[in-house]
């Protein structure tokens, strides 16, 4: 593969990433203290049940941002796949937040594209030639 694709692969998943947890993040916020939007049911009465649902697209947000200034190379692409095979296991080990909340294509798409991007990254790194370190 060759670096110039590698590099579009970070720049979409960073894209993917930035988007999706702006949204989400944004609907925790809603839910928790407006009463509004998907998860309003679950947080609206006890907001502080948000906390994690808030910390991790917040913190998927920063890996977006970190991704998308990242050069592309073999630990690069591991990163990314790290950063979607915890994604994409969330979203299928806690599938009921998107029947409760009534997005369950919401829950289709972005769990089929954090798979999608573990194939992408993985067979980036794969194909990435390993860094040499030069000993002084």
Known sequence: MSNPTCALILRANAIFLLFASSAAFLADIAGSFFAAGPVASMFSKAP??????AEAHGLAFILGVLLWRAVP???????AAG???LLGSCNLLFWDVFVVGDVLAVGYVTTVLHWLFVALQLTAAASAAPRHVQQS
């Open 73 to 79: 190379g073999r630990q690069s692409h591991l990163t």
């Open 48 to 53: 502080y049940l948000a906390i994690g649902s």
């Open 83 to 85: 950063i979607h095979i």
